[in-house]
């Protein structure tokens, strides 16, 4: 059985108010995204590794993987307009005859545990699709239309992380559809085909960088 890894990294770095995309920042002295590959790389040793970066992002991208003698294998994918576009141009590197699991992960949650990663593709093999989540630990209040909020249950709720795997024929299929605004992640372009998703837990430390404060707690995690 084939394993690939779709690793979307379109980060422009606003949000970090800087001019290095946030994929691309380090923490504990090597760049995000690279911190990322690796844990995928320990989970599967023969995993397929597909970046998904900007045209633009590229060359830098090698730049780094040179500075930092990186020599793990990837092959890399242009980014789109939206997340579903990105993804979309990262399965066209995947053989359509193939059979196996193909996993959708952020390049920047660096954090993901090995042990969810292959939980993720484990239970893909069985179910088809599965996504890791997260308990919600705090209050979750409503916003209502009138403006108003109120309080829900959160245990009927869950934080969705990655990486979100697919059987390969599944997502093919599911990215044959149109582009709407609801595509949200992986998830939801499957459910569209009407195919049920499975949840397994995922693993706290598994946060989005996405802040300059992300960056320093991240640090703290390693």
Same mark, same amino acid.
């Given at each position: 059985?084939e394993r690939? +890894?779709?690793? &979307?990294a379109g980060?422009?770095?606003?949000?970090?108010?800087?001019?290095?995309?946030?994929?691309?920042?380090?923490?504990?002295?090597?760049?995000?995204?690279?911190?990322?590959?690796? &844990?995928?790389?320990?989970?599967?040793?023969?995993?397929?590794?597909?970046?998904?970066?900007? +045209? *633009?992002?590229?060359?830098?991208?090698?730049?780094?993987?040179?500075?930092?003698?990186?020599?793990?294998?990837?092959?890399? +994918?242009?980014?789109?307009?939206?997340?579903?576009? *990105?993804? *979309?141009?990262?399965?066209?590197?995947?053989?359509?005859?193939?059979?196996?699991?193909?996993?959708?992960?952020?390049?920047?949650?660096?954090?993901?545990?090995?042990?969810?990663?292959?939980?993720?593709?484990?239970?893909?093999?069985?179910?088809? +699709?599965?996504?890791?989540?997260?308990s919600v630990?705090?209050?979750?209040?409503?916003?209502?239309?009138?403006?108003?909020?109120?309080?829900?249950?959160?245990?009927?709720?869950?934080?969705?992380?990655?990486?979100?795997?697919?059987? &390969?024929?599944? @997502?093919?299929?599911?990215?044959?559809?149109?582009?709407?605004?609801?595509?949200?992640?992986?998830?939801?372009? &499957?459910?569209? @085909?009407?195919?049920?998703?499975?949840?397994?837990?995922?693993?706290?430390?598994?946060?989005?960088?996405?802040?300059?404060?992300?960056?320093?707690?991240?640090?703290?995690?390693?």
């Amino acid at each position: 059985m084939e394993r690939y +890894a779709i690793l &979307v990294a379109g980060g422009k770095g606003l949000r970090m108010g800087g001019d290095i995309p946030k994929q691309f920042l380090p923490i504990g002295g090597k760049p995000v995204l690279m911190r990322t590959i690796e &844990v995928f790389r320990q989970a599967y040793p023969d995993i397929h590794i597909i970046l998904v970066l900007p +045209a *633009s992002q590229q060359e830098y991208w090698q730049q780094l993987c040179r500075e930092y003698a990186f020599s793990v294998p990837f092959r890399i +994918a242009d980014g789109g307009e939206t997340r579903f576009h *990105s993804v *979309s141009n990262g399965l066209k590197l995947v053989p359509d005859d193939a059979e196996g699991i193909v996993g959708v992960h952020d390049g920047v949650r660096p954090f993901v545990s090995v042990e969810t990663v292959r939980r993720c593709y484990d239970e893909a093999v069985e179910r088809g +699709a599965v996504v890791p989540v997260v308990s919600v630990v705090e209050t979750v209040r409503q916003i209502c239309e009138d403006g108003t909020s109120v309080t829900v249950p959160r245990d009927a709720y869950k934080l969705v992380q990655t990486p979100q795997a697919f059987r &390969v024929s599944l @997502l093919k299929e599911a990215y044959r559809q149109p582009y709407i605004p609801a595509f949200t992640d992986d998830a939801s372009v &499957v459910e569209a @085909l009407g195919k049920p998703v499975h949840l397994v837990e995922g693993n706290r430390e598994n946060i989005k960088i996405t802040t300059p404060a992300d960056i320093r707690f991240a640090d703290g995690l390693l």
